[in-house]
């Protein structure tokens, strides 16, 4: 089974930076696509950026494009979210997500597509 655990949240000032780091245990990590996902108070979850199996290619929504940055370790079965810049309308539970993926370079932005769930980790950033 595959466990995913969140990290690095917190509360932060406008323009300040955090980084997230997501462990997944259970199964082989090269064999996962990864993103992460957000969710304001009275907001959807939504896509943040996601990386592919290889770690090659990688996907942002255009509120973060710039500012944040998605990145894997293999060797460590982790994946981080960068985050630079933040303001307040950051503030979110982040959550990590995983699915199993045939393709190495391809990134998922649906999030009915991911499989695997974090318990999540809450940004806040005051103004």
């Known amino acids: 089974q595959v466990q995913l655990v969140e990290s690095g949240g917190g509360l932060v000032q406008a323009g300040d930076s955090l980084r997230l780091s997501c462990a997944l245990s259970g199964r082989t990590f090269s064999s996962y696509a990864l993103a992460w996902f957000r969710r304001a108070p009275g907001k959807e979850r939504e896509f943040v950026a996601g990386i592919s199996r290889s770690g090659r290619s990688t996907d942002y929504a255009d509120s973060v494009k710039g500012r944040f940055t998605i990145s894997r370790d293999n060797a460590k079965n982790t994946a981080y979210l960068q985050m630079n810049s933040l303001n307040p309308e950051d503030t979110a539970g982040y959550y990590c997500?995983?699915?199993?993926?045939?393709?190495?370079?391809?990134?998922?932005?649906?999030?009915?597509?991911?499989?695997?769930w974090g318990q999540g980790t809450q940004v806040t950033v005051s103004s």
């Open positions: 997500a995983a699915r199993l993926a045939g393709s190495v370079n391809y990134v998922e932005t649906d999030r009915d597509s991911y499989n695997y």
